[in-house]
């Protein structure tokens, strides 16, 4: 197989629990939006906890995905536990590519809205969250069909719930409206309004949100995102004054913009090609099932999964089960 463009991952990843990390977050005090609508403690925040799944997923994505040219994790400062011999990872710190005018920052939005400006970083790569990884062998044509990232097209209203993301979202789907009208963009873009891939449910819902005049959400997956540096740079020079807003808050509160207006952006204006969401699989770490994560581990069921922290976990009975599965799948990782 030869691969026509070279693709980037990215893995944006924080441990909380590190001590120099809370002292830099101590000399900027204020809260995130987890912590202004909850009374859990601040080491509660699954936004900001780390438990140890970022060597999984970078192990599955060289694993499965040997065709990346470059696996860049991003932090602030903060060193991996565990070792590499593999080049291709490489630790990109905030202070190399986000703007000095925004640091320090413990805001994700201000993190991924500036990914584009990673030195080195190619035109096209793929986002992890460091709790998703490849669960079977991927080819670049799964995230990218010449130059158009693939995609699944839903419509979904936005439910905005105190300390969600839908109050963020709010926001993005309205610059959405702004910028790029439904009865404008529409019609042009049928042909990926009900694409068969898409499955029944996504299809239904897309068909019940269509009376609307303007786009009252979109239907989104805690997978990797297939991204554009030039997206990017397009929503930058559309709203630049927003972003920068939002990158100057040190905390994720609800006026912010997040990365997902540049996924929207390309929804809309029909620059991606349709995929399938059966590929995806999401679990839950509040209520996993263990024997169905062990089945699709085992019988690489789903070729993309995510393992998503959650406020209510049991730390010390759960952990330790997901991260032997995962250790059984993967292989031992060499610790410092």
Same mark, same amino acid.
């Given at each position: 197989?030869?691969?026509?463009?070279?693709?980037?991952?990215?893995?944006?990843?924080?441990?909380?629990?590190?001590?120099?990390?809370?002292?830099?977050?101590?000399?900027?005090?204020?809260?995130?939006?987890?912590?202004?609508?909850?009374?859990?403690?601040?080491?509660?925040?699954?936004?900001?906890?780390?438990?140890?799944?970022?060597?999984?997923?970078?192990?599955?994505?060289?694993?499965?995905?040997?065709?990346?040219?470059?696996?860049?994790?991003?932090?602030?400062?903060?060193?991996?536990?565990?070792?590499?011999?593999?080049?291709?990872?490489?630790?990109?710190?905030?202070?190399?590519?986000?703007?000095?005018?925004?640091?320090?920052?413990?805001?994700?939005?201000?993190?991924?809205?500036?990914?584009?400006?990673? *030195?080195?970083?190619?035109?096209?790569?793929?986002?992890?969250?460091?709790?998703?990884?490849?669960?079977?062998?991927?080819? *670049?044509?799964?995230?990218?069909?010449?130059?158009? *990232?693939?995609?699944?097209?839903?419509?979904?209203?936005?439910?905005?719930?105190?300390?969600?993301?839908?109050?963020?979202?709010?926001?993005?789907?309205?610059?959405?409206?702004?910028?790029?009208?439904?009865?404008?963009?529409?019609?042009?873009?049928?042909?990926?309004?009900?694409?068969?891939?898409?499955?029944?449910?996504?299809?239904?819902?897309?068909?019940?949100?269509?009376?609307?005049?303007?786009?009252?959400?979109?239907?989104?997956?805690?997978?990797?995102?297939?991204?554009?540096?030039?997206?990017?740079?397009?929503?930058?020079?559309?709203?630049?004054?927003?972003?920068?807003?939002?990158?100057?808050?040190?905390?994720?509160?609800?006026?912010?913009?997040?990365?997902?207006?540049?996924?929207?952006?390309?929804?809309?204006?029909?620059?991606?090609?349709?995929?399938?969401?059966?590929?995806?699989?999401?679990?839950?770490?509040?209520?996993?099932?263990?024997?169905?994560?062990?089945?699709?581990?085992?019988?690489?069921?789903?070729?993309?999964?995510?393992?998503?922290?959650?406020?209510?976990?049991?730390?010390?009975?759960?952990?330790?089960?997901?991260?032997?599965?995962?250790?059984?799948?993967?292989?031992?990782?060499?610790?410092?």
């Amino acid at each position: 197989m030869t691969l026509k463009l070279p693709i980037d991952a990215v893995i944006t990843w924080v441990d909380g629990n590190d001590e120099a990390w809370l002292q830099k977050k101590s000399e900027f005090p204020g809260f995130s939006q987890w912590e202004l609508y909850h009374s859990d403690t601040e080491i509660n925040d699954p936004r900001f906890r780390d438990f140890g799944l970022l060597k999984y997923t970078i192990d599955s994505i060289l694993k499965y995905a040997p065709w990346i040219r470059n696996v860049f994790v991003v932090t602030m400062q903060q060193k991996l536990n565990f070792e590499y011999s593999d080049p291709r990872v490489k630790v990109v710190y905030h202070e190399e590519f986000i703007p000095a005018q925004y640091l320090p920052t413990f805001n994700s939005n201000t993190i991924e809205l500036n990914l584009h400006r990673i *030195p080195g970083l190619s035109e096209h790569f793929i986002l992890f969250n460091d709790d998703m990884l490849l669960n079977s062998p991927v080819i *670049p044509e799964d995230f990218f069909v010449g130059d158009l *990232p693939k995609d699944v097209f839903g419509f979904k209203p936005v439910v905005p719930v105190y300390g969600s993301i839908g109050s963020i979202d709010i926001n993005n789907v309205a610059i959405i409206n702004k910028h790029f009208p439904k009865h404008r963009y529409l019609h042009a873009n049928l042909k990926n309004l009900f694409n068969i891939h898409y499955g029944f449910s996504t299809i239904l819902q897309t068909i019940l949100c269509l009376p609307w005049k303007q786009y009252i959400g979109f239907k989104s997956f805690h997978v990797p995102i297939a991204h554009r540096k030039a997206d990017f740079k397009k929503i930058w020079s559309l709203e630049g004054s927003l972003l920068d807003t939002t990158c100057r808050s040190r905390y994720r509160s609800g006026n912010d913009i997040s990365h997902w207006v540049i996924r929207y952006f390309r929804l809309v204006t029909g620059q991606f090609l349709p995929e399938s969401p059966r590929t995806f699989k999401y679990y839950d770490l509040a209520n996993i099932e263990f024997q169905d994560l062990q089945q699709d581990l085992l019988n690489e069921t789903h070729s993309l999964i995510c393992i998503n922290d959650a406020p209510n976990v049991d730390i010390k009975t759960v952990v330790p089960k997901v991260a032997s599965l995962l250790a059984d799948k993967y292989g031992q990782v060499q610790f410092k």
